[in-house]
């Protein structure tokens, strides 16, 4: 079982980001299609991601939503320390209905990796 954790930042125009999760988008798409467990977090920065997918305002978000949109179901949750905490991105979670978990802590791969999940990080 896989675990495709997203720690890249999202910055309009910031290739590096942007291509950090297109592959995660990607793999996790190709997981489900070939009928294996696959969970998508979010963690650190990479909250971020929640909520331009959520306003959709930039055009890679646009392009890729479709994408985002498909794997939603794989979404495992994102560390609510770091979504309501220190980057602003819990109304969008909500409104996603995604997952928080850790609480006042980060929730950190080491949980997902001590559930028996094999980490991916992008």
Request: with cysteine.
């Amino acid at each position: 079982k896989y675990a495709i954790v997203v720690i890249s930042e999202h910055s309009e125009g910031h290739p590096g980001g942007q291509g950090r999760m297109v592959n995660a988008l990607s793999a996790t798409k190709e997981f489900m299609e070939a009928g294996e467990e696959v969970s998508l977090w979010f963690h650190g920065i990479g909250v971020g991601w929640l909520s331009a997918f959520d306003a959709r305002y930039d055009q890679f978000t646009r392009n890729y939503g479709p994408l985002f949109d498909e794997v939603r179901p794989a979404i495992g949750g994102a560390c609510a320390f770091c979504v309501a905490k220190r980057f602003g991105a819990a109304d969008s979670a909500g409104r996603l209905g995604v997952t928080l978990v850790g609480g006042d802590d980060h929730h950190t791969v080491a949980a997902l990796i001590g559930d028996g999940w094999e980490v991916l990080t992008f």
